[in-house]
């Protein structure tokens, strides 16, 4: 199963009044579409901030399609599906909220490419949804729904509806995102599995169960076994997790890997008597299979709160009527502090989570629950914005040297940076697609989001390594690899300057530049295999020659020779020099490689 991005962002969006940045970015005068019915905070949050709000629900997809060109923005449910012939269409959109969890009715992949943010609310409706989960566990194990239902047809059904005790079971648990973590927790006992990609933090789910004394075991490619360890979680294959479980409920996101994972094959391994919850997707689970599974009596029970389509199609209502089937209408996210009511304890929900980070989306500021693109929550703190931007510039300088198609771009970070090497990459990635006049199919620039992902239609490996910064405390090094050779910059901050005790690494034979921030300068502290120091800033001309008598080398920054003697020259400039001056400079007498750059 594919690594879901992550959609933990940055917190503190709650009030906006913050809707205006130190850059000056802001939401007044933005235009959103709420397309799905919505609490009336939302729109209050969002007409506070300045934002022009049109609310139109159950809009055809064809007058979606036809309209959403006009917005900035866009909130749905559950009830609009973002197709990416409509993300084509929208040629102003930044950002699409779901206000909810699930984001499998937006193709985040045409986002992405169209480098528009996809945001959800998670934790808005996590502790409702893993309730709900619990609630139907503890409905299966004793009949509840189907006891009550004999009560109503005045019936006294004792011994028909026998049921078992959840402690010292097992309770496989597909998907450890938020809710699978929530209804977990300590508070009643039944082993544990889990399946998912989501990074390590105990389930909800887990976190409830495990308080009736269940068992825990789990499967999960992202979570290490030795954090599950520590949840008492013994960590299984999935083919165990499948074997293995009494009780078996699924927290997965609805994906090409996740559709119908739950089918007559995979059932045919599970326990005889296993019971299946689902209140995540439908699609998930196969339903026709899970109808066979309970007439034939392999799965004793299952309780269901979503299907493939809501509300349920007529083939579907065989296995909702089925006597060992509880089904309940999408409930999941069904409370008033889910939904975000006028109460204290509903502040924070759902309708105020995705307005606030709109309003913090249009304004620059740190977003809570980006699924799509994690650099830019990383991008928003202030302490990596001037690394972003020194990557935007050494990417725009690489693109000006640089004359042969990029196969690989190599990013090295060390220090405040070691950790924001993806983020460095975008933002390199950023300067050397802008510089090069590349654009989307669109004809739109291509920016932090849907950089990766342009790299990756063209074949562009991206990678990123944490190193030693040497006489730097950060350092930020880029190496682009073209059909002709490499070349190497790095730079850094004049905070970043200072002596250290380890020497610099010796440079290989492909030329590099290094470049650093001075504060809220920037610095190139290596260019093409040379050390010098140069701000990045207006037009340069920047060339190689011999170090000796009657060379050009006079008013210029010069690195240290090499072995040969050959050096550097960055001689700052008003104007942009044109090329055949430039090509007359490189016939000189021991003059090469002679570029006028420029930084805006």
């Known amino acids: 199963m594919p690594k879901n991005p992550s959609s933990n962002g940055a917190m503190d969006v709650t009030s906006p009044k913050r809707a205006r940045t130190q850059g000056g970015a802001s939401a007044k ?6 397309s799905d019915p919505i609490e009336q905070v939302c729109v209050d949050i969002l007409q506070k901030a300045g934002v022009v709000v049109d609310c139109k629900s159950k809009v055809p997809p064809a007058e979606l399609k036809k309209i959403i060109g006009e917005y900035d923005g866009l909130i749905v449910r559950s009830g609009t599906t973002v197709t990416a012939e409509i993300i084509e269409s929208a040629h102003k959109m930044t950002a699409i909220g779901r206000a909810g969890t699930g984001v499998d009715n937006i193709d985040c992949v045409a986002a992405t490419k169209k480098g528009i943010i996809v945001m959800n609310t998670p934790g808005g409706n996590t502790v409702s949804a893993a309730e709900h989960t619990c609630a139907l566990i503890a409905s299966l194990a ?8 004999s009560m109503k047809a005045r019936k006294w059904d004792r011994k028909k509806y026998m049921g078992v005790e959840l402690s010292g079971k097992t309770l496989g648990v597909l998907g450890l995102g938020r809710v699978g973590r929530e209804a977990t927790s300590s508070s009643f006992s039944c082993p544990l599995l889990l399946f998912s990609s989501s990074p390590p933090s105990p389930p909800p789910v887990i976190s409830r169960m495990q308080s009736y004394g269940m068992d825990v075991i789990g499967y999960d490619p992202f979570f290490p076994p030795d954090a599950s360890r520590k949840l008492n979680i013994e960590p299984v294959s999935a083919a165990d997790c499948m074997a293995r479980a009494d009780f078996l409920t699924v927290h997965v996101p609805l994906l090409d890997d996740t559709k119908d994972m739950i089918n007559k094959t995979s059932i045919a391994t599970m326990k005889p008597g296993v019971r299946i919850i689902n209140c995540a997707r439908g699609g998930i689970i196969n339903e026709a299979d899970l109808l066979a599974a309970l007439q034939s009596g392999h799965v004793a029970g299952a309780a269901v709160d979503v299907f493939e389509s809501e509300p349920p199609a007529e083939h579907e209502w065989a296995l909702i009527e089925h006597p060992k089937l509880v089904a309940t209408p999408h409930l999941g996210a069904s409370t008033l502090e889910a939904q975000g009511a006028s109460t204290l304890e509903a502040q924070g929900k759902v309708a105020e989570e995705i307005a606030n980070s709109l309003v913090a989306a249009f304004a620059e500021q740190p977003v809570v629950g980006v699924v799509n693109a994690p650099n830019l929550t990383l991008s928003q703190k202030p302490e990596l914005k001037p690394w972003t931007a020194l990557a935007t510039s050494l990417g ?5 040297v640089n004359k042969a198609a990029v196969t690989s771009l190599q990013v090295q970070v060390s220090g ?10 975008a933002a390199a990635l950023v300067g050397l697609f802008d510089q090069s006049g590349a654009r989307d199919e669109t004809g739109a620039a291509i920016n932090l989001i849907s950089a990766p992902a342009f790299a990756a239609e063209r074949e562009m490996k991206v990678t990123t390594q944490e190193v030693e910064g040497g006489v730097f405390s950060s350092l930020l090094k880029l190496t682009v ?5 490499s070349h190497v910059i790095a730079g850094t901050g004049l905070a970043a300057i200072g002596p250290r005790s380890q020497p610099i690494p010796p440079r290989g034979a492909a030329p590099s530049p290094a470049r650093t921030v001075f504060g809220s300068s920037q610095r190139v502290v290596e260019f093409e295999g040379h050390k010098l120091e140069f701000e990045p800033k207006g037009y340069m001309l920047v060339y190689k020659s011999i170090d000796k008598p009657g060379v050009l080398s006079r008013a210029c920054v010069v690195s240290h020779g090499d072995a040969q003697g050959a050096v550097v020259n960055v001689m700052a400039i008003d104007r942009k020099v044109e090329a055949a001056v430039l090509s007359k400079a490189a016939e000189l007498a021991d003059v090469s490689q002679v570029h006028c750059l420029h930084i805006g």
């Open 29 to 34: 005068g933005k235009k959103v579409l709420i």
């Open 142 to 149: 004793r009949n509840v729904a189907q006891g009550d239902a």
């Open 396 to 400: 725009k300088l690489l693109a000006q």
């Open 416 to 425: 405040k940076v070691e950790k924001a090497g993806e983020l460095c990459a």
């Open 481 to 485: 690899t073209t059909p002709k050779g």
